[in-house]
């Protein structure tokens, strides 16, 4: 079979990491409970139209009280890892200041438990749930939220730093730049185009900061952040075309991923902001550019772009995600993203191309010939899920038969690209992270998009286990099983040993 787990494990080298993903706002819920402070996102998921209809993130996928059925149903998954990211606002309410005992308490369980079921913690430390009064004083338009990230990373490090086997400082600081401040999509809600530049500076800085705080804790978990890659591909050979393409590249890869792997902002950005005020110093692009553990990288889809405003510059995908009312948030950009002809689409509409997985990875190979060893640390697609009973009505199939498809063509076009002889041979593939453990909410798309292993009943909660699930299952059976074969193997072909 072309997707079989069982094909598809047998290439998977053993020490390969395979994890799955989730992220706290997104799943945690219990926002008002046991000293949690409120965070940016809160604040704004409650605004009118802000939230595909208007729906609330306040229970999400109630994770706070169910995080045991969730790690029960990860380890009977098999994974090796968990990524998940900490809520600063349970920790810290203030952002600043004082810690929340029961906000330690419980990922201190969440810790222990999944040490205790076999499965490797790696930890976010900032995924996109700023504190309310950090947003409150600016956000990351504010370099103080930089160096109030350090000090949260100190916090985290104490606590958690002797059961956490990786770090990652911060998630897709494009997102928060792009759809955060410069489109107004996300929390805090700021449409401010180009003026949202100093929040990729002072989100690379944060990193750098958390990192500092993390070495100086002496951690003894590895240390790496998280940006989300897109290969970026011209609609046509049209010069203007690829001129656009060119400013897109910069945006949404180069602009995030220049400054830590090569020390510099790419060229194009340092001749726009010799226009501006803002120009980093050596001591601030020294602190960003510090040795990687490892990088992470959250692959979903290639971007087309063409030159023009298009219809309002807002992703494919992006618009359905978002209902009819995208007023104010088209900016005329002088170009736009576009439709892959003949492409297979998520729902938001997402172009599917495991083809430019190796793409990717090439390019990153080409660009940072520097690069520490690679996570996928994120990727996945979001399908509406069928959800069907059996004839007797008491058992629930999900058969998500494009998840699994989507899942096994990265997966494998990523171990290939890297293996010898692969177009991306020079990278040290480590790992990858299924984007998500479970449906859960997306932000401004709410539940509309489900992108889980694991069905989720937004009214009773219960957890139902999609095709995807069993088939990663398998694959992780498979590999376990072909591990423990070698291992006795080569315990059989070991010499006796002498008295
Ligand atoms: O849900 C998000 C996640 O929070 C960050 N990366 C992309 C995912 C899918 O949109």
């Not at 590249?249 to 180069?254: A, E, K, L, P, Y």
């Not at 990727?379 to 009973?389: I, K, N, P, Q, T």
């Not at 992270?433 to 509309?448: H, I, P, R, T």
Request: aromatic share 10%; charged share 20%.
């Amino acid at each position: 079979m072309k997707h079989s787990a069982k094909d598809l494990a047998a290439r998977i080298p053993p020490s390969f990491t395979m994890g799955v993903a989730t992220a706290a706002f997104q799943i945690e819920g219990a926002l008002d409970e046991d000293g949690r402070g409120p965070s940016g996102w809160d604040v704004f998921a409650r605004k009118p139209g802000a939230i595909v209809d208007d729906h609330s993130p306040v229970t999400a996928c109630d994770h706070y009280h169910r995080m045991p059925e969730d790690v029960a149903l990860m380890k009977e998954l098999g994974v090796d890892s968990y990524r998940f990211s900490l809520s600063w606002s349970r920790i810290q309410p203030g952002g600043s200041g004082p810690v929340n005992p029961k906000g330690i308490d419980f990922y201190d369980r969440l810790l222990d438990q999944l040490l205790a079921s076999g499965i490797s913690p790696m930890v976010t430390l900032y995924h996109w749930d700023t504190p309310l009064p950090l947003d409150e004083a600016g956000g990351w338009l504010n370099r103080d939220t930089a160096y109030r990230l350090g000090e949260f990373a100190s916090i985290a490090a104490a606590a958690f730093g002797d059961r956490v086997a990786r770090w990652v400082t911060v998630n897709e600081p494009a997102t928060v730049t792009t759809n955060g401040y410069a489109l107004g999509l996300h929390a805090p809600g700021e449409s401010q185009l180009l003026k949202a530049l100093p929040t990729v500076h002072h989100q690379l800085l944060g990193h750098g900061l958390a990192m500092q705080a993390l070495r100086a804790a002496k951690v003894p978990g590895e240390i790496g952040i998280t940006n989300v890659y897109s290969p970026m591909v011209p609609a046509s050979n049209n010069p203007l075309d690829k001129l656009s393409t060119a400013l897109m590249d910069v945006f949404q890869n180069r602009l995030f991923a220049d400054p830590v792997l090569l020390g510099k902002y790419p060229d194009v950005i340092r001749a726009a902001t010799f226009f501006s005020s803002f120009s980093p110093s050596d001591e601030d692009m020294d602190l960003i550019s510090k040795p990687l553990d490892f990088y992470g990288l959250n692959y979903y889809m290639p971007t087309r772009v063409a030159a023009g405003p298009g219809d309002g510059a807002v992703p494919p995908g992006m618009a359905e995600a978002m209902g009819d009312d995208l007023s104010g948030s088209a900016p005329g950009a002088p170009f736009h993203i576009t439709e892959f002809p003949n492409a297979e689409t998520t729902a938001y509409g997402w172009p599917i191309r495991p083809d430019y997985m190796p793409v990717a990875l090439a390019e990153m190979a080409e660009r940072y010939p520097e690069l520490p060893p690679v996570f996928i640390t994120e990727g996945g697609a979001s399908f509406e899920d069928v959800v069907v009973r059996d004839k007797a009505g008491d058992r629930i199939i999900i058969p998500d038969e494009r998840r699994l498809r989507y899942l096994a063509e990265h997966i494998s076009s990523a171990v290939e690209a890297t293996s010898p002889g692969g177009p991306a041979e020079s990278i040290d593939l480590r790992g990858y992270y299924v984007w998500s453990l479970l449906d859960n909410f997306e932000w401004s798309a709410g539940y509309k998009q489900p992108f889980g292993l694991l069905h989720v009943d937004f009214e009773s909660m219960a957890r139902t286990p999609k095709a995807s699930y069993y088939w990663l299952q398998e694959l992780q059976d498979a590999r376990k099983e072909a591990a423990a074969k070698a291992v006795g193997e080569s315990a059989a072909g070991e010499p006796e040993p002498v008295a």
